[in-house]
T-cell receptor
Framework: DSGVTQTPKHLITATGQRVTLRCSPRSGDLSVYWYQQSLDQGLQFLIQYYNGEERAKGNILERFSAQQFPDLHSELNLSSLELGDSALYFC?????????????????FGAGSRLTVL | GESVGLHLPTLSVQEGDNSIINCAYSNSASDYFIWYKQESGKGPQFIIDIRSNMDKRQGQRVTVLLNKTVKHLSLQIAATQPGDSAVYFCAEKSVGSATNKLIFGTGTLLAVQP
């Protein structure tokens, strides 16, 4: 158990629908990151939050949004789902927003949420 | 278990042999590199990291080598075991970045034959 908790583990839905994925970071970690892993794209960075504020944005579609709450858990909202959104979505956490020490740089990943869009 | 990708480079080794997994990075401004291991059905797991002011770093049964001249990173696993079978990713982080986001390579599937 990495300490990063993601729910649900599996989700099957239809095109056009909206889903919410949830992540609880490791205790003490202030930063949360979302990554998408599909068969042909590897691990793609979507977005990072630090202590409730957005800190970095990657290739996140406009149909996707995220937020980090005061208790530091985060949610990734995926709307108007398409077949191509089927993927594993990983959440990771780290102690800091950015840092020079090795410990601050390591991201700890959750087990992922597998989304299947039919 | 589920496969991470259908088109990953694959390294097949015999149990007990040494494994070398290679990674090329493109951003010369990257100053920190990490190797992650992803087993089927699980999230990436930290193995070892190295800063750009080092050429080599050793862990338990693993060694990471960094060649900044050719922007190449390698992970050596000694006495490979069946439990080492997984997809291995290298990841990088840029100098002076205001974020700890990591950029991942495409991954290599390590298959250990008993």
């Amino acid at each position: 158990d990495s300490g990063v908790t993601q729910t649900p583990k599996h989700l099957i839905t239809a095109t056009g629908q909206r889903v919410t994925l949830r992540c609880s970071p490791r205790s003490g970690d202030l930063s949360v990151y979302w990554y998408q892993q599909s068969l042909d794209q590897g691990l793609q960075f979507l977005i990072q939050y630090y202590n409730g504020e957005e800190r970095a944005k990657g290739n996140i579609l406009e149909r996707f949004s995220a937020q980090q709450f005061p208790d530091l858990h985060s949610e990734l909202n995926l709307s108007s789902l398409e077949l191509g959104d089927s993927a594993l979505y990983f959440c990771a956490s780290s102690p800091a927003r950015a840092g020079s020490s090795s410990g601050a740089n390591v991201l700890t990943f959750g087990a992922g949420s597998r989304l299947t869009v039919l | 278990g589920e496969s991470v990708g259908l088109h990953l480079p694959t390294l097949s080794v015999q149990e007990g042999d040494n494994s070398i997994i290679n990674c090329a990075y493109s951003n010369s401004a990257s100053d920190y590199f990490i190797w992650y291991k992803q087993e089927s059905g699980k999230g990436p797991q930290f193995i070892i990291d190295i800063r750009s002011n080092m050429d080599k770093r050793q862990g338990q049964r693993v060694t990471v080598l960094l060649n900044k001249t050719v922007k190449h990173l390698s992970l050596q696993i000694a006495a490979t075991q069946p439990g080492d079978s997984a997809v291995y990713f290298c990841a990088e982080k840029s100098v002076g970045s205001a974020t700890n986001k990591l950029i991942f390579g495409t991954g290599t599937l390590l298959a250990v034959q008993p």
